[in-house]
């Protein structure tokens, strides 16, 4: 089954640990993406990669990392998390994005809190 | 900047009735356009989307209909169902760039 799967679903954790949230699509999609949702803000967009070793930011790219080393894995690195980074994220995957537009493919969510 | 906007923030509609969700973009350099379903705990579900070289596209139930002189785009769902309960985002591509700017969405309600 196509899908996007992020790790883990929920964490509560506290100001300044270290956090990873994984994402992984069996798609072999070149596009993936991350996305931060609040409430009456929509989906922002955090970055995104557009190939394996290839990434940019998007909209609210601070206090966020990214890696691309294999195509399927995205990961989202909170270096030292802070309470104004408690949200509902997705990563997402398509096809292609810019040149030959395909839809994304949207992951089920995690949601943090800092504490 | 600009951005991606919906009409109505909630939009109540008696089941079997149409329905019709409205976004505006200010961008007119976006050349594609999506439409997403979002349930409750669930990530957006891609429904639909339309290139800028067309004016109307139509899916099972749905059309997207895009007015470039306006900058208007909406999402007809036909005979709306209870499972339709959700709140829908569009989403614009500027440019056919990497960048995919989302309206805040819009609640749809359907009552039996």
């Known amino acids: 089954e196509a899908q996007v799967t992020q790790n883990p679903r929920y964490l509560i954790t506290v100001t300044g640990k270290k956090l990873t949230v994984t994402c992984s699509q069996n798609?072999?999609?070149?596009?993936m993406s991350w996305y931060r949702q609040d409430p009456g803000l929509g989906l922002r967009q955090i970055y995104y990669s557009m190939n394996v070793e290839v990434t940019d930011k998007g909209d609210v790219p601070e206090g966020y990392k990214v890696s691309r080393k294999e195509k399927r894995n995205f990961p989202l690195i909170l270096e030292s998390p802070s309470p104004n980074q408690t949200s509902l994220y997705f990563c997402a995957s398509s096809l292609s994005l810019g040149t030959g537009n395909q839809p994304q493919h949207f992951g089920d969510g995690t949601r943090l809190s800092i504490l | 900047g600009e951005s991606v906007g919906l009409h109505l923030p909630t939009l109540s509609v008696q089941e079997g009735d149409n329905s019709i969700i409205n976004c505006a973009y200010s961008n007119s350099a976006s050349d594609y356009f999506i439409w997403y379903k979002q349930e409750s705990g669930k990530g957006p579900q891609f429904i639909i989307d339309?290139?800028?070289?067309?004016d109307k596209r139509q899916g099972q139930r749905v059309t997207v209909l895009l007015n470039k002189t306006v900058k208007h785009l909406s999402l007809q769902i036909a005979a709306t169902q209870p499972g339709d309960s959700a709140v829908y985002f569009c989403?614009?591509?500027?440019?056919?760039?990497?960048?995919?700017?989302f309206g805040k969405g819009t609640s749809l309600l359907v009552t039996p």
């Open positions: 339309i290139r800028s070289n067309m």
């Open positions: 989403a614009e591509n500027p440019n056919s760039g990497y960048a995919l700017n």
């Open positions: 798609m072999n999609h070149e596009y």
